[in-house]
Each structure stands twice: as structure tokens, then as C-alpha cells.
């Protein structure tokens, strides 16, 4: 494994009504509370609940949407928008989304599933405390019963607590931390390596074949939440994007 809002009353009232309606909105949307897809109150209900003008509410909403947090869909309402990497063309997804979009089946193996005291070193990357509680899985996705992904992912216990109860095959560890953690941001990079013996045995790979790998550090709300190192056969992924 890679080395594997609660806001201040008196400061919060001192803020502009509109950055006030903004924060209230993203704590929403921050805790969970408000889900991707969900329809958020009414324009004249926000009106009605801070005591301030549609003009107000209005610039709110828009300078989130502007953000990405939200989607305005004009004679529906505003919704919350699908999560994304800031200022990257890679969007959170899972890889059994991807596979289903395609018509095709996904399966997981799970490898190892254990709890972990992060490291001197963990502690530092990840900012939090030395020893920490971690759960550190390692899962196979196979697309028609193809193996296309190694999962080798750290999560911080404290935002994910119910993490080593899950049932992999009914979600994926993507999707429950998106549910869990939500608005996530973070650090990804992606390489050719050629995969450790074990990893290449996982995917069905021949020796000394490249993997496609996407390194991958998640935060939600400034709070480590996971990482997670992907390993895909070089002759059976690509990434994309959109621009």
C-alpha cells in the first residue's frame, strides 16, 4: 500500500446574508444530509426562512451552481450536482457504474480486509493523529468476470466507522464513501508501472506487463478520508475525461 461544520455563531452572523445562505447550504449538502440528486428547498422558502430578498437568495444559489455544487434546471429547481475533483477532468466514479454503463456485469474479490494505527509517516501525509484507526482493503473488480482492477485503499475509521461492514458486492467502496463523505476533493496522479508479482497475479496478467495506476488521496470537508491506489491492465482500461 502506498505510504498508505459546525460554524462559529457570532463570526458566522458577521458574514453577508448570501455567504451565511452558502454556508448553510453546503453544510447541507457537507453532512449528508442533502444527497446528489436531491431537490433543495425553494428559492421563495430560502426567502422566507433568512428573512432576505429573492435578489439575495438568487446570487447564492447562482455562485454555487457556478461552483458545481449544485444544478439549476430551469421549471424543475436546483438540485445537488454529482461530485467531482476540482479542476481535473476526472470524474469520482465507480468502476461498477462504468461497467454497467456498458452493458456488462461487475464482480469483486475481496483480498484482504483489516484495521490498521497509521503510521509516523501516514500520520504526516494524511494529517491526522499517529496511530489512528485505518481499515486498509484490497478488492478486485472484474468486468465479466474479467479482472480490470486492483483496490488497494486506506480510509480514516472515524469518517467511514461502518466500513468493514459493507457488502462489496452490492456497493463499492467508491460509492458508500461518496454516500459517507460527501463533496470529496483531493490529490490524484496517474503513471505506467509494471505491477508487483502478487498484483499481476490478481489482475491475470503476464509478467513484466504495464499497468495503468491512478494514485488517488480524498478529503472531505479538509478531513482525510482515503487512499487508494488503482492498478488496471494497460491492454484492458483507459481513462477519460471530459472537456
Known amino acids: 500500500m502506498v505510504a498508505p461544520l459546525t460554524s462559529n455563531s457570532s463570526s458566522e452572523s458577521a458574514l453577508p446574508v448570501y455567504v451565511q445562505i452558502k454556508n448553510y447550504v453546503v453544510e447541507k449538502i457537507q453532512t449528508g444530509q442533502w444527497r446528489e440528486g436531491d431537490l433543495i428547498p425553494t428559492e421563495l422558502a430560502l426567502c422566507e426562512q433568512f428573512g432576505v430578498s429573492r435578489m439575495t437568495v438568487n446570487r447564492a444559489l447562482r455562485e454555487l451552481t457556478n461552483d458545481g455544487l449544485l444544478i439549476r434546471i430551469k421549471g ?144 472531505s470537508s479538509e478531513q482525510f478520508t482515503t487512499h487508494a491506489r488503482f492498478w488496471h491492465p494497460g491492454d484492458r482500461y483507459k481513462f477519460t475525461g471530459r472537456m
Open 76 to 219: 424543475s429547481g436546483t438540485y445537488v450536482a454529482q461530485p467531482k475533483f476540482q479542476s481535473t477532468l476526472i470524474e469520482i466514479r465507480s468502476i461498477a457504474q462504468d461497467i454497467r454503463e456498458r452493458g456488462h456485469q461487475h464482480s469483486c474479490q475481496v483480498l484482504s480486509m483489516e484495521r490498521l494505527q497509521a503510521s509516523p509517516a501516514q500520520a504526516r501525509l494524511y494529517g491526522i493523529a499517529p496511530g489512528a484507526a485505518l481499515f486498509h482493503s484490497i478488492i478486485v473488480h472484474a468486468e465479466n468476470g474479467l479482472p480490470i482492477q486492483y483496490e488497494d485503499r486506506l480510509v480514516d475509521a472515524r469518517m467511514a466507522p461502518d466500513y468493514m461492514e459493507q457488502d462489496w458486492s452490492q456497493i463499492t467502496p467508491n460509492e458508500y464513501l461518496v454516500r459517507v463523505a460527501p463533496l470529496p476533493t483531493g490529490f490524484y496522479s496517474i503513471e505506467v508501472l509494471v505491477p508487483p508479482t502478487g498484483i499481476a497475479q490478481a489482475l491475470h496478467m503476464k509478467e513484466q506487463q504495464p499497468c495503468l495506476v491512478m494514485d488517488r488521496r480524498t478529503f
